[in-house]
């Protein structure tokens, strides 16, 4: 019956019992044993119940695909202070730049976001800031300082950028390049010269990608800072890359007999308002780079 397994089973604890006090000396030993066996299955329990969600979380943030490097104006920099967007009222995430390489720093946002110690780093480059382990802002947005840092300053400056990469492992979300690299606005760009910089070609030196120039109007954008992910090699887009995308973009035409010619004349007032809204987005919203004018037919 029930109640002879049960006395059964508490002679035998008895017995164990018993025994353990013998050999050991310890009286009640059985009890304190059997406390630390809970304990360790309790801890055990613990640790996995609280292991698991970080588990999917660090799986679901390996499995999310980041944005392919992009490349920065200072300007557009500026944007990732880690404040709230006035226009749509979410938060910003928080870059900063090392010697010109761009580091998400939003896991860090108690340090370099708003109220953070390091906040008046965010949006800037901030290489000779760090290197100096100096807070004042004539040490920001100085990349050419990098350059003439000392040994110690240098030494101070690759240990952050280690420590940003391999020991925080921030993401790099590509490069910074200062205005006077860019190339002048002013410049004339033939159709011929324009087909070169499709995104397909090579990468200059300091840059994160390769150029992506489309004409809209009269000018000419650098869709490599910000808009990769659109007019980039396999993109939506990329058959405006390279182009005087003025007519397409007009029309929000595919047709290749629009993307081929670049003739606005016949564009309706409709057409021609689009197409102005095309520039200014370009200009303003987006802040890609105006790297030149098109060329006259």
Not at 22 to 38: A, D, F, M, N, Q
Not at 109 to 136: I, Q, T
Request: with cysteine.
């Amino acid at each position: 019956s029930l109640s002879l397994v049960f006395v059964t089973m508490l002679e035998i604890v008895e017995k164990l019992s018993a025994y353990l006090d013998s050999v050991t000396g310890i009286e009640g030993i059985l009890g304190y044993l059997l406390i630390v066996v809970v304990v360790m299955i309790g801890h055990n329990f613990l640790n996995k119940t609280s292991e698991e969600p970080n588990g999917a979380t660090q799986q679901e943030e390996e499995e999310e695909e980041l944005d392919p490097p992009r490349n920065f104006t200072a300007e557009q920099l500026k944007y990732f202070d880690g404040k709230k967007d006035e226009k749509t009222e979410e938060t910003k995430p928080v870059y900063l730049s090392l010697n010109g390489t761009v580091f998400d720093v939003s896991n860090g946002r108690n340090f370099y976001g708003p109220d953070g110690p390091y906040e008046c780093f965010a949006g800037h480059e901030c290489g000779v800031a760090l290197a100096k382990m100096s807070f004042d802002t004539e040490f920001l947005d100085d990349m050419d300082g990098c350059e003439t840092l000392n040994f110690g300053e240098k030494s101070e400056l690759e240990g952050w950028i280690e420590k940003f990469t391999h020991y925080r492992c921030y993401p790099i979300m590509g490069r910074l390049i200062p205005d006077k690299k860019l190339p002048s606005s002013d410049r004339i760009l033939s159709k011929e010269e324009l087909a070169e910089f499709d995104g397909a070609g090579e990468v200059p030196e300091g840059y994160a990608t390769a150029p992506i120039y489309v004409g809209a109007g009269e000018k000419v954008f650098d869709c490599s800072f910000g808009g990769v992910t659109f007019y980039g090699p396999n993109c939506a887009y990329n058959r405006f890359a390279g182009k005087n995308a003025s007519r397409a973009l007009a029309k929000m035409s595919f047709d290749p007999e629009d993307t081929e010619n670049t003739n606005i004349d016949d564009l309706s007032d409709k057409q021609k308002k689009v197409l102005q809204d095309w520039v200014k987005t370009f200009e303003e919203r987006k802040g890609y780079p105006i790297v030149g004018r098109l060329e006259k037919n």
